[in-house]
């Protein structure tokens, strides 16, 4: 197997031309049609770096060395789980709240699924589901349980940062005060699982062992940066915010509306 090979596969493709035509299509000229404002340039540019960004984690050869090494897969599952799902939120006209959750059932439904909790749940145990190491190795094994677990990745990160970034009136983001201990907890799975990979000792997925790495690492070293990679990244990220949120809070005391 070439490590280095791009992954042109048609389903992958075809399903990331759909989601594009479908996105500019709904942004676009059905925006018009029912009558709500169309996507900005900014939000389309936002969609389409993400766009890029899903290209660079599925399409180029970091899915397939994903394959060989853990530390590989773990940066890109934190490209689609952080930029990708921050950019996709932020892609999304504040409009279209009146079109989608005009109906007083969905609106109070997407409430309790968009709520802090819910999302801290739904997103973590997707995170945890699929870093029970049976799951993982599976995922590694099997193309189309892997494409299962970059979508639901993907979805459990975009519920996840939408109390932080949401654009939508009808589901607004939390307060900055609410969002401060949101993020802090948010943080603690990420930095627990990243430390049990670098300190376990032992290879914690046997889907790594006895596959051959380019650049020589073992399956454990791999393992630990692995680890440290989710640690610093997948961990720290949620207190880099939190500092931004909590200065920018602040230096408005009057205003616990603005994030």
Same mark, same amino acid.
């Given at each position: 197997?070439?490590?280095?090979?791009?992954?042109?596969?048609?389903?992958?493709?075809?399903?990331?031309?759909?989601?594009?035509?479908?996105?500019?299509?709904?942004?676009?000229?059905?925006?018009?049609?029912?009558?709500?404002?169309?996507?900005? +340039?900014?939000? #389309? $540019?936002?969609?389409? /770096? %993400? =766009?890029?960004?899903? !290209?660079?984690?599925? @399409?180029?050869?970091?899915?397939?060395?994903?394959?060989?090494?853990?530390?590989?897969?773990?940066?890109?599952?934190?490209?689609?789980?952080?930029?990708?799902?921050?950019?996709?939120?932020?892609?999304?006209?504040?409009?279209?709240?009146? +079109?989608?959750? #005009? $109906?007083?059932?969905? /609106? %109070? =439904?997407?409430?309790? !699924?968009?709520?802090? @909790?819910?999302?801290?749940?739904?997103?973590?145990?997707?995170?945890?589901?699929?870093?029970?190491?049976?799951?993982?190795?599976?995922?590694?094994?099997?193309?189309?349980?892997?494409?299962?677990?970059?979508?639901?990745?993907?979805?459990?990160?975009?519920?996840?940062?939408?109390?932080?970034?949401?654009?939508?009136?009808?589901?607004?983001?939390?307060?900055?005060?609410?969002?401060?201990?949101?993020?802090?907890?948010?943080?603690?799975?990420?930095?627990?699982?990243?430390?049990?990979?670098?300190?376990?000792?032992?290879?914690?997925?046997?889907?790594?062992?006895?596959?051959?790495?380019?650049?020589?690492?073992?399956?454990?070293?791999?393992?630990?940066?692995?680890?440290?990679?989710?640690?610093?990244?997948?961990?720290?990220?949620?207190?880099?915010?939190?500092?931004?949120?909590?200065?920018?809070?602040?230096?408005?005391?009057?205003?616990?509306?603005?994030?």
């Amino acid at each position: 197997m070439n490590v280095y090979a791009w992954n042109f596969d048609p389903g992958l493709i075809a399903g990331l031309t759909l989601l594009t035509v479908l996105y500019l299509l709904i942004t676009g000229p059905l925006a018009v049609r029912w009558g709500v404002t169309p996507a900005t +340039v900014i939000e #389309r $540019n936002r969609f389409l /770096l %993400a =766009l890029v960004l899903m !290209i660079v984690a599925l @399409v180029s050869p970091i899915d397939t060395l994903s394959l060989v090494s853990l530390s590989m897969h773990m940066v890109q599952h934190l490209i689609l789980m952080i930029p990708v799902a921050i950019l996709l939120i932020g892609s999304i006209p504040a409009s279209f709240g009146s +079109v989608l959750l #005009r $109906n007083n059932s969905v /609106l %109070a =439904l997407a409430q309790t !699924i968009f709520s802090p @909790v819910a999302v801290f749940l739904i997103s973590n145990a997707i995170l945890i589901g699929w870093h029970v190491p049976a799951n993982y190795d599976l995922a590694v094994r099997d193309q189309n349980v892997h494409v299962l677990e970059h979508v639901m990745f993907t979805v459990g990160a975009f519920l996840s940062w939408w109390p932080v970034y949401s654009q939508l009136p009808q589901l607004p983001r939390s307060t900055p005060g609410a969002l401060m201990i949101y993020l802090f907890f948010m943080s603690i799975p990420p930095t627990i699982i990243g430390a049990l990979l670098t300190f376990a000792g032992f290879v914690v997925y046997p889907a790594y062992e006895g596959v051959s790495r380019p650049w020589g690492m073992t399956a454990q070293a791999d393992q630990e940066l692995a680890g440290l990679i989710m640690w610093l990244f997948g961990g720290l990220i949620y207190f880099a915010i939190l500092t931004v949120i909590f200065f920018r809070w602040f230096n408005r005391p009057g205003d616990d509306s603005s994030v």
